[in-house]
């Protein structure tokens, strides 16, 4: 059922609205304008941040360099920065004091690689390379590398142009001039260096941080503003205090703060505008669409309704509403006492018309099958199309099981008519099953059964006609089911057994062959007949294992009789099963009997379906050596091209016109002409049936090869059948006034 609905939902998608390619495409650019905007904020924000973190990178190189340089200020500073080096370096120069307390201290302590010092007139006194003190002059024209350093230290070059320059000042409490401080970044003796110079001069105390100093250090560690401040308020949310070992407020400085997710912000807003204002467009056009979606799915809604519960081929109601239909008839019946019924309705051998003519055909014969339904009820009864060839009916213009039965042979009368599709002349009949829905009735499942009980009951009595279910049909159909079951566990038991009738040649002397006849004793019910147990093999499937029991067993039985053939009937399911050529195959390598012994018989309805496989099965049958017999010809279709297109070795003439023979001329001519025509075709021809001395004198002399019949042989035991081939050699032929007499004019079914 949900398969059903699926497949309606999707025809009623692509019937009820048709493609808009404009729709798709304004919702596609919405959502492409949209993606784009966030796309480009997504891109100016990584931007920004690429910048702002090679901004920072950069920032932190120069630091570090202007931290080594002032780093290397601060050492030179540390040690020409006392009144020992004013003694011996300014009042009276000491080149051992200079090299041990300057020199190799600074070498040692700060890791320098040179030092120089320089008199007041600009002469190098002393210089240290590798711990060691050399003559100056042994640096040559190197010495002019550092005269820019050293300009900047005298004060003679204009102050901002070092790297690091601060002249010297005087300190109005101890009235000492500060030394001046330079530092360069430059190349020296080919390689880049940071070369630091310091005036000595005598120590002066602390010192004090002033706004020169902030000014380096707020450049330095990006502290824009960087400056002191009296009032604890002035300070704002950045500001920060500085304290005493002793926890006393020394100094407050404050900076203008740097807000980069403010920056970040202003940078994305705008694409974020855009982006809100795409995506507000997308949504008024979304519920606008949707709106419009909902009402077409509001007015298709009694289509989808009808698309569910009605069957696409016939334009009937289909199973759902038909089960929908009856629980609410049934709760009618209850509430007014008014009848109702329900009718089950299955044409007969519909699955020939569809294996000959093709499902096309069958197609149109369902819809005119529906239509003739419909003409031949009343306008409130309820027809449905259950499924494949099996139609429904709710009908409540019924008083009794008199107008039921009329009904149905209304509805027999109405479909027994021909129909003419595509060319073809067609006719049909129908088996129906019927039940009353009464007050008492039970559930719709139940009064569904019944129906199929009747419907079961009218297929069995000969199809074509109607039954009314009543309750001793429940006890034939659990009699049924309970002989299934026995013949299943027989079948597995193997608790069945073989007779065999004689084939003899034209004169009734020999027997050439033998006819395997399938025969069933049930420990209660006694001998079940063939034609009981054969049909419901059939329609259980059981005939596939209980065929194959046959076959094995006849051909171990017969595999000891010289010079005679075996004859098997092949039931159509069995036959057109894939592995029935392996299974034969199977069978006749097991008991080693060989295949030109071997004759199955094959009646015209297995032919019918696909005659590609058939023809192939046969073939491959033939190549085994295994003969083929077209049985009861004259019966079905008889259609020649069956003789044509299948490679069959015989046919036999079917007992109904051999029974004929002595009162009806046409069943003489026709046999005639299926002799006449077997023989014109290389065919061997049986005739089966044979009951009186003038029927197997008229045979005799149409021409058959063989017969078979009463007047030969009943179906006996295979100890008869071997002691008979084991006499024949030494007995007389038969003679026709005494065999007449075992057979008579009984008519007996043929197993």
Known sequence: MWRVLRNRLGEMKNTKRPFRPGAVLAVALGVALAMAGILAAVASSARSSDEVALHQQRQLLAGALAERRLQAILEAENIATSNLAVEHIWREFDPRWAHQNIGLRLKALFGAAHVFLIDGLDRFVYALSDAESIDPASFGDTL??????????????????????????????????????????????GRPAIVAAVVIAPEDG?????????????????????????????????????????????????????????????????FLAVTVACLLLLAGFVLRYMRRTTAAIAAGEDRLRHLA??????????????????????????????????LSIDLDRFKDVNDTLGHLVGDVLIRAVAQRLVRVLAGDDLVARLGGDEFAVITSNVCGQAALHALGARIIDALRVPYSILGHTLVTGASIGMALIEPCSAEAA???????????????????????????????????????????????????????????????????????????????????????????????????????????????????????SLAVNV??????????????????????????????????????????????????????????????????YSSLLYLRSFPFHSLKVDRSFVANIESAADAAAIVHAVVSLGRGLGMKVTAEGVETAEQHLFLRAAG???????????????QAIAERIARQGRTRPLRSSGLSALAGRARQAHG
């Open 571 to 636: 039931s159509p399911l069995q036959f057109r099963r894939p592995d029935f050529v392996e299974m034969v195959e199977r069978v006749l390598g097991e008991t080693r009997f060989e295949g030109s012994r071997l004759e199955l018989e094959l009646t015209e309805s297995t032919l019918l379906g696909n005659i590609e496989d058939t023809s192939a099965a046969m073939r491959r049958l033939r190549a085994l050596g295994v003969r083929l017999v077209l049985d009861d010809f004259g019966t079905g």
């Open 144 to 189: 002019g590398h550092l005269w820019a350093v050293i300009e900047d230290v005298r004060g003679r070059r204009v102050p901002g142009t070092a790297d690091e320059l601060e002249l010297a000042t005087v300190d109005p409490g101890s009235n000492l001039r500060r030394p001046t401080r330079a530092a360069r970044l430059q190349t020296f003796l």
């Open 309 to 342: 519960l009605h069957d696409p081929l016939s334009g009937l109601p289909n199973r759902t509403c038909f089960g929908e239909r009856l629980s609410g008839m049934i709760d009618s019946v209850r509430r007014t006492g008014s009848p109702a019924a329900v």
């Open 704 to 718: 058959v090869h063989s017969l078979q019949g009463f007047r030969f042989g009943h179906p006996v035991p295979p």
């Open 446 to 564: 139940d009064i569904l059964r019944c129906v199929d009980i009747a419907l079961y009951r009218a297929k069995n009595d000969g199809r074509n006609r109607a039954c009314i279910y009543d309750a001793a049909m429940d006890a034939d159909l659990r009699q049924r089911k309970q002989l299934e079951h026995d013949l299943r566990r027989a079948i597995e038991r193997e608790d069945l057994s073989l007779a065999f009738q004689p084939i003899v040649n034209p004169s009734g002397e020999w027997i050439t062959g033998v006819e395997a006849l399938c025969r069933w004793h049930h420990p209660i019910r006694g001998e079940v007949e063939p034609a009981k147990f054969i049909p419901i093999a059939e329609h259980s499937e059981l005939i596939v294992p209980l065929g194959e029991w046959v076959l094995r067993e006849a051909c171990r039985e017969v595999g000891a009789w010289p010079d005679v």
């Open 206 to 270: 602390a010192s004090d941080i002033d706004r020169k100093f902030l000014s380096r250090l707020g450049v330095r560690l990006e502290l824009p503003d960087l400056h002191m401040v009296e009032a604890p308020e002035a300070a704002n949310a950045s500001g920060v205090e500085l304290t005493s070992d002793t926890g006393e407020t020394i100094a407050r400085f404050a900076w203008s703060p740097s807000r980069p997710g403010t920056d970040l912000l202003r940078a994305v807003v705008p």
